[in-house]
């Protein structure tokens, strides 16, 4: 009845470690064995066990924030080739409007201002796209002085074209 019962004791542990390791071939990382708080070979064996399994647990996390990571440089990547391929035939077209037409239209301020709003907004998809990408490697931000005035100004500008109902008054 000893033997059995020393055989049970020291069975039983091992029992369920390898039902642990089980759980954890099965994928699940959250299994852990309860600790004897005994300095044995089971309890120490236990500790170790657990220790793994949360330092996998750990890894695998920070393989799935790179793993997506990397999937979403790639959206952002594909993304950024799709928006630019219409930039350059829009921009270019702009500018031969501009240089063939210039003189041939009854309103050259407007067109110039037109096509130049044109220009100008192809030219900022153009950056949006650079920053949007670049933005899946988090670049250091960079910081210019510009003047608020025109700044708004131009907006202001880029606005009023949109409608004729509406009126903008900049002062």
């Not at 020291?10 to 369920?16: A, D, F, H, K, T």
């Not at 949360?54 to 996390?61: E, F, N, P, S, T």
Request: net charge positive; glycine share 2%.
């Amino acid at each position: 009845a000893f033997a059995i019962m020393l055989t049970s004791q020291i069975v039983r542990p091992i029992i369920e470690l390898v039902n642990a390791t089980e759980k954890v071939k099965e994928g699940d990382l959250r299994v852990r064995v309860k600790e004897t708080g005994m300095n044995d070979e089971i309890g120490l064996l236990f500790s170790a066990f657990n220790r793994m399994i949360k330092q996998l647990g750990h890894q695998q996390r920070d393989l799935v924030i790179a793993q997506r990571s990397a999937a979403w440089a790639e959206v952002a990547r594909r993304v950024a080739h799709e928006v630019k391929n219409p930039l350059t035939p829009i921009q270019l077209s702009t500018e031969r409007l501009l240089s063939k037409y210039r003189d041939e239209v009854s309103d050259k301020t407007s067109f110039e201002r037109y096509a130049n709003t044109i220009l100008r907004h192809t030219d900022d998809i153009r950056k949006i796209v650079a920053e949007f990408v670049s933005f899946t490697k988090l670049p250091s931000p960079f910081f210019e002085r510009c003047e608020v005035v025109s700044f708004i100004r131009v907006l202001v500008e880029s606005r009023s074209m949109l409608s004729e109902i509406i009126s903008f008054n900049f002062t």
